[in-house]
Structure formats: structure tokens, C-alpha cells
């Protein structure tokens, strides 16, 4: 019998399952939490307040000054994929709370002693984030409408952003329930959740072009998972806009830390109980 750490529920040791109980077990949990979503939807709208203001106040602003360089697009237009991916990454990085929330409720235990492998509940768990940030890329690209951005409606155009957002906010969120996992109070959380977000904003390209950078910030925003979001999006959301390393790198680069921040939840998951 494999051993269990002291203080660690029953049954909390890693488990291996088949790709088919993975995906079942997965969707158990993501139906769980999107029954959640719909119970309480007040949450996406008031989340939706803030990038609203970028887009309406500081985009209008610097749209008038002309200061940043943007190439064919105007600033608007450059910025509102910056603003949206915005809107996934403050959504999501605080997604970790909730995990804090069910341990304290008792919840997380039996999540760990039921035959799902904590892979699966991390990646059902990611994936109902993802898909929560749906609501408020449709409200985002609305808005943008409104204010004359011309948006990319092609159907192919529309399923890569939908499919950009959801991997935006499931890479995200899997960052928050790492982050969740090793301080374990909701007091610490909210501190470096809070001391998180800005710098990924602003060390991207959401607001303004890598070229303006300092040199050491490219070297960062290179590393900032947010920057691939924001070129996915631009190249994709907005007429004449282009992905600064290409489309097929930025999804790779996405999916890539993505799966790696899946592995080392699971990893921790038990460790939150203790």
C-alpha cells in the first residue's frame, strides 16, 4: 500500500486513471462548478466593470494623444484585446479563493478521497474558469463594437478567441490554485493576488508594444504568459491586427504552461488540508 503523508486525508496519494475516467471525472467537476456560475452570475457582470472603464476612459484618452506608436490600428483598436485579456487574467487569478473556501467547508477532503485522480479535479476546476470568462469577452467585444473597433466576426475568427479566452482563463486560474495551494489562508492570497495582476498587466504588450519596453522589461514580458494572450487576440479579435510571434507559437506556448501549471497543482492539491 502506498503510503499517505501524516495529516493527509484517505486515499489522498496520487492516483493514474484511464484518459476516458480522466475526461469523466473532469467534467463531473466542471459541471459542479458552471452550476455555480448560474446561481450566482452577478459576479461575471461586476468583473466586467473595470475593463469596461479602460476601454471607455483610457482608451478614449489615449486615443486622442497619439503617443503610442500602433502601426495600422488605432490605439482603441490596439488596446482592446489588451483590455480583454485583462479581463481574463483579474478573473481568474483570484480563482484560487474558492479552493481556500471549499477547504475550510470541508469540501476539498472529499474531493480527495473520491476516485478522481487530482489532475482531473484541477483541470475541471481550470476548465469552468475558462469557460466562466466567456461571459465577459462577449460583453468586452460588444462594447467594442460600440466604440467603432472594427472586430473580426468570421465564424472561425469568433471560435479562436472563444478558444483563446478559455485557455487564457484556465492557464490562469490553474497560477491562482498553485498560489491557493501553498500559502493556504485567504489573508495571504489576496495579498500576492493582489501584488500579482498588476505587473503581468503592465509587463505585456496589452497597453503598448514590446518595442517600448526597456530592454530587461522585454526580457520579462517574454516570459509572461499574458503577452501570447494579447497577441492571440489581436491577431484575431481586430481587422489588420497580427500575432507577433505567430498564431500556432502563442496557442503552443499557452498550452504548454498551462499543463505544466495543471501537473503542479495536482502535485500540491493535498497539501492545501494540511
Sequence with gaps: MTPVAPGAPPHASARTESPAAFARHAAAIFAVEMRKMVRDPTDLFTRAIQPVLWLVVFGEVFSRTRAIPTGNLSYLEFMAPGVLSQSVLFSAIFYGIAVIWERDL?????????????????????????????AQALIIIALTLVLGVHVRLDPLSLCGIA??????????????FVIACVVKTRERFMGIGQVLTMPLFFASNAIYPLV???????VVARYNPLTYLVSILRALMVQGGMASEGIGLDFAVLALVFTGFVLLAARLFAGIVR
Design 106 to 134: 470541508g469540501i476539498v477532503h472529499k474531493l480527495l478521497v473520491s476516485p478522481s485522480s487530482r489532475g482531473a479535479l484541477v483541470f475541471g476546476k481550470a476548465l469552468a474558469a475558462g469557460t466562466r470568462a466567456l
Design 163 to 176: 478558444l483563446a479566452v478559455v485557455l487564457g482563463g484556465a492557464l490562469f486560474s490553474t497560477f491562482s
Design 212 to 218: 517600448m519596453m526597456p530592454p530587461w522589461l522585454q
